[in-house]
């Protein structure tokens, strides 16, 4: 279950902990679904609304709620849609449009994937904002975590995808020259594993500062905790963040963030109090935001500390799950109390 999906599942069990129940559409054994995973989910889900056992039903992904096109339309339970970013920025298919508009309620992860899925889609109806947060075992335990330790070690975590080329890898590695310029020891860790690592891997070689860029890939939970705390500054210049989770991640380990303008980030990161916004596009800006915060530890210190305060303060579990919860009950309570 993604971390989503598992604030939802929470906040379901929280919030209505006899009357719920999860159909999951694919098993933790493997990262993609196949087409027996598919039917099954819609089978699953189907047989649910036909037999009335699902009063309502959330959808963590607009890529989920296509099953209800199959649904015939008198047995279909009223449902929610919860929209992350990309996946509802443009113009949608006439099937994803009639779709959502025929959701009981749509809900989005930050004002700006809101605003931008209405802006081309202005036909689906009012999109309700619930920021995300940490998952509660993750909030419990890094409550009291130590500060980061100095050093010039900068982290970004991500999926490094050929069809998703708006993280930041490639900006974070054309600038480490500049970087490494000024500051010889700044070290860029990278996180994560996809199609694309071995394009930017070999964009890094290609570089005068290959030698100080690392590759980590896919690491335990344990271990990117252990990144997390051994990094300076967290940055990820992306252009399409529907929210960016990790910014929290970072938060949550007194780390300062790098973001950028483009996208959702504002909404996590403030500018000038717990990290920096730059523009993805300039080299020269998300260079200068690296040395300034590499440069000046008392800045990383108190940017890291604000963030800390900010994580608490705005993204708690209780605060997703509180909203969550009355966006829900508004939208089908008192006629329905079951989920499916």
Not at 321 to 339: K, T, V
Request: hydrophobic share 45%; proline share 6%; glycine share 8%.
């Amino acid at each position: 279950m993604g971390q989503v999906s598992s604030l939802l599942w929470r906040t379901l069990q929280e919030t209505w902990p006899h009357e719920s129940a999860v159909v999951p559409l694919l098993s933790q054994e493997r990262l993609e679904p196949t087409l027996t995973d598919k039917l099954g989910f819609g089978c699953a889900l189907g047989a649910r609304q036909l037999s009335r056992r699902a009063r309502w039903v959330l959808f963590s992904h607009l890529g989920l709620a296509r099953v209800e096109r199959f649904v015939p339309a008198p047995w279909r339970a009223p449902f929610a849609v919860f929209l992350h970013g990309v996946e509802a920025w443009g113009r949608l298919a006439p099937g994803d449009l009639g779709l959502l508009r025929s959701a009981r309620l749509r809900l989005a992860n930050s004002a700006f994937t809101a605003a931008r899925v209405a802006a081309v889609n202005p036909e689906i109806g009012p999109i309700e904002v619930c920021p995300l947060a940490l998952p509660t075992d993750l909030q419990e335990q890094e409550s009291d975590a130590p500060p980061a330790p100095p050093g010039a070690r900068v982290l970004i975590v991500g999926r490094m995808s050929a069809g998703e080329r708006y993280k930041g890898h490639e900006q974070l590695i054309d600038s480490w020259p500049d970087v490494v310029a000024r500051e010889p020891d700044a070290e860029l860790v990278i996180v994560g594993d996809g199609d694309d690592r071995v394009r930017l891997e070999a964009r890094a070689c290609a570089g005068r500062a290959g030698h100080r860029i690392r590759f980590a890939g896919f690491v335990t939970t344990a271990e990117l905790d252990r990144l997390y705390r051994q990094a300076a500054v967290f940055a990820m210049p992306s252009r399409h963040e529907g929210f960016g989770l990790v910014y929290l991640e970072a938060m949550a380990r007194r780390l300062p963030c790098i973001g950028s303008i483009h996208d959702a980030a504002g909404e996590v990161v403030r500018h000038g109090e717990t990290g920096l916004l730059v523009d993805s596009d300039n080299r020269s800006q998300i260079v200068g935001a690296v040395l300034d915060l590499l440069g000046n530890p008392e800045l990383r210190r108190r940017m890291g500390e604000a963030g800390f305060a900010r994580w608490r303060r705005t993204f708690s579990f209780e605060q997703f799950r509180d909203r969550a919860a009355a966006l829900l009950a508004a939208s089908f309570e008192p006629d329905a109390r079951r989920l499916a």
